[in-house]
């Protein structure tokens, strides 16, 4: 049970806020399935980010130790707060090419 608390957790306050939506404004089926896919594009998109990042992290991790200039744990690429950042990143993201889309 401990395994499925925050599942549950998530799906009871994602259905708390679906009824007060649907209270205040009824909305079409389209739109709940619109962001939806919105929502996975932005986790995709911060999968793809925080991959980069500790790609990149690696890198420079490596590259700082042949060069000998300083020693840098590789786990520092690996820390959660990176995902938070992965996740503002591919918002961020997300948000600008919209904006380049709706301009055309």
Known sequence: MEAYFVLVLVALTSLGA????????PRSFVSLRAAAARALEAAGL???FFLANVATGALLTMAARASKVTFIS???STDVTL?????????VYQRWREGRLEAR
């Open 18 to 25: 679906g009824l007060l939506e649907a209270r205040r404004q």
């Open 46 to 48: 911060t999968i793809v």
């Open 74 to 76: 590789i786990y520092l």
């Open 83 to 91: 995902i938070v950042l992965s996740l503002l990143q591919a918002l």
